[in-house]
């Protein structure tokens, strides 16, 4: 039988809820940690190398009354992934939401990237998505629990830019890895969907980019860029009873700059 709707007020609630944000001491990440924590979840906020971001957002989740740890990770070695996921269910519990948010954004002309380079890319940016989602899966799968997987992908996995050939196919790979998650694991009761971000203002692009910026701002029907919390907000609705019956999805947060002609 269908179960019924929650109250539109226990929606966006995610106490009780372990969620890990990959990624998250820098950036989209910082946004996204701080968001679910708002709703309630205790929050494990992972970094790779520099905990002083990582820190930051665990200091400033809790000084705001939510609960949130650190976590230092390599996610492109598997058993660093695996060892990840017993801490956090040794401190807090089984984590139920992941937010696959951690990636790399280098530039490289198709002529000018190496083996070496291209590797990397693609192992930060999709490879570590499936280590992590697997290591979360098969523990909600043992400990008989559903859950919900939100993947960071981008606009770039099918809107060319110039010089991101090796990022743009990962996220394109995120996009249909998404998809065959949300295939594969909805008989486990675990929804998958991705977030595909446009242009993100971040402190100094303004000036590092400004044709950039404001060619992006010109273009897109909203007439701004992304904030962190824009692409947060897509996250919290689709790890939330808001979004129960939605998996295999990617959604696009863009400011609708992808309306524009292509001719």
């Given at each position: 039988?269908?179960?019924?709707?929650?109250?539109?007020?226990?929606?966006?609630?995610?106490?009780?809820?372990?969620?890990?944000?990959?990624?998250?001491?820098?950036?989209?990440?910082?946004?996204?940690?701080?968001?679910?924590?708002?709703?309630?979840?205790?929050?494990?906020?992972?970094?790779?190398?520099?905990?002083?971001?990582?820190?930051?957002?665990?200091?400033?989740?809790?000084?705001?009354?939510?609960?949130?740890?650190?976590?230092?990770?390599?996610?492109t070695a598997a058993a660093?992934?695996?060892?990840?996921?017993?801490?956090?269910?040794?401190?807090?519990?089984?984590?139920?939401?992941?937010?696959?948010?951690?990636?790399?954004?280098?530039?490289?002309?198709?002529?000018?990237?190496?083996?070496?380079?291209?590797?990397?890319?693609?192992?930060?940016?999709?490879?570590?998505?499936?280590?992590?989602?697997?290591?979360?899966?098969?523990?909600?799968?043992?400990?008989?629990?559903?859950?919900?997987?939100?993947?960071?992908?981008?606009?770039?996995?099918?809107?060319?830019?110039?010089?991101?050939?090796?990022?743009?196919?990962?996220?394109?790979?995120?996009?249909?890895?998404?998809?065959?998650?949300?295939?594969?694991?909805?008989?486990?009761?675990?929804?998958?969907?991705?977030?595909?971000?446009?242009?993100?203002?971040?402190?100094?692009?303004?000036?590092?980019?400004?044709?950039?910026?404001?060619?992006?701002?010109?273009?897109?029907?909203?007439?701004r860029l992304g904030r962190f919390?824009?692409?947060?907000?897509?996250?919290?609705?689709?790890?939330?009873?808001?979004?129960?019956?939605?998996?295999?999805?990617?959604?696009?947060?863009?400011?609708?700059?992808?309306?524009?002609?292509?001719?």
């Amino acid at each position: 039988m269908t179960p019924a709707a929650p109250p539109v007020r226990d929606l966006l609630d995610l106490r009780g809820h372990v969620a890990l944000v990959t990624g998250a001491g820098a950036g989209i990440g910082t946004g996204i940690a701080a968001r679910l924590a708002e709703a309630g979840a205790h929050v494990a906020v992972h970094y790779h190398r520099s905990d002083a971001g990582a820190r930051e957002v665990v200091s400033r989740i809790t000084t705001s009354g939510g609960t949130a740890r650190a976590y230092q990770a390599d996610l492109t070695a598997a058993a660093a992934v695996h060892d990840l996921h017993a801490r956090i269910t040794a401190d807090t519990g089984v984590p139920d939401i992941l937010v696959n948010n951690a990636g790399t954004y280098p530039l490289g002309s198709i002529l000018d990237v190496d083996a070496a380079d291209w590797q990397a890319v693609v192992t930060a940016n999709l490879t570590s998505v499936h280590l992590v989602t697997q290591a979360v899966a098969r523990g909600l799968r043992d400990a008989g629990r559903g859950g919900a997987i939100v993947n960071i992908a981008s606009i770039e996995a099918s809107n060319v830019a110039p010089a991101h050939s090796h990022y743009a196919a990962a996220k394109a790979g995120v996009v249909m890895y998404t998809k065959s998650a949300a295939r594969e694991l909805g008989a486990l009761g675990i929804r998958v969907n991705a977030v595909s971000p446009g242009l993100i203002w971040r402190a100094g692009l303004d000036q590092a980019w400004p044709q950039g910026v404001s060619a992006y701002t010109d273009a897109t029907p909203l007439g701004r860029l992304g904030r962190f919390e824009d692409v947060a907000d897509a996250c919290l609705f689709l790890v939330s009873a808001a979004s129960r019956w939605i998996t295999g999805t990617d959604l696009v947060v863009d400011g609708g700059v992808l309306t524009n002609r292509a001719y």
